[in-house]
């Protein structure tokens, strides 16, 4: 079964560093999202992607986040300057309109 | 809000019993969908019920859909150890989601 795959699976990073967190979707799939959870808090809608351009964002996705689909295939979420806070699992999604998401087993970062 | 919210935020039951879990959702959907979470893992998604559905079953899960009172229920029958972990409703409107806080579901052997 076509799988999301999240690299790396857990990640620590020093406060004011930059991360990349990477996923490659499933190949068909047409759109594409970033989702974090705090321990313990709930799933944290932060953006779509489709068409190679951003559709919807949160408020949390601010200034210090990016997505990039750099090369058809991976599509990459980046923290310019890391904050304690951002210390969450990052989920990656992929789907195709009107079916159920699939989502990638998430990156944990840890930012110290 | 486009989200779901889920309640019970918690449940514990013994091993053979019946667990249900409601959510309800502000806006208009088309459809919702239902995932489970273990401690610390992924969203593994369970069932996708329509707007025009009522009820879709998959083995032990039950889904049911009212529009009319925008509420969901998941009922997982004869629960398992195996079934302890978060269960979330997502409100899937056009392509986009929102997640309830969900409910953390404990089953004793």
């Known amino acids: 079964e076509p799988e999301v795959t999240q690299t790396p699976s857990h990640q620590v990073t020093q406060m004011g560093q930059e991360v990349i967190l990477r996923c490659v979707p499933i190949?068909?799939?047409?759109?594409f999202y970033w989702y974090r959870q705090i321990l313990g808090q709930k799933v944290e809608f932060l953006v779509s992607f489709y068409n190679n351009e951003i559709s919807e964002k949160s408020e949390i996705f601010d200034d210090q986040f990016s997505v990039e689909r750099p090369d058809g295939s991976n599509f990459t979420l980046k923290i310019r300057s890391t904050k304690l806070e951002d210390s969450a699992m990052y989920f990656c999604a992929s789907k195709v309109p009107n079916y159920g998401y699939t989502f990638g087993s998430g990156t944990r970062l840890t930012v110290v | 809000s486009q989200q779901g919210e889920e309640d019970p935020q918690a449940l514990s039951i013994q091993e053979g019993e019946n667990a249900t879990m409601n959510c309800s959702y502000k806006?208009?959907?088309?459809?919702l969908q239902w995932y489970r979470q273990n401690s610390g893992r992924g969203l593994v998604h369970l069932i996708l019920i329509r707007s025009n559905e009522r009820e879709k079953h998959s083995g032990r899960l039950r889904v049911t859909l009212d529009t009319s009172k925008k509420s969901s229920s998941l009922l997982i029958t004869a629960s398992r150890a195996a079934d302890t972990a978060s269960y979330f409703c997502a409100n899937l409107r056009g392509n986009d989601m929102r997640f309830g806080a969900g409910t953390r579901l404990t089953v004793k052997p």
């Open positions: 806006t208009s959907i088309n459809n």
């Open positions: 190949s068909n799939h047409l759109y």
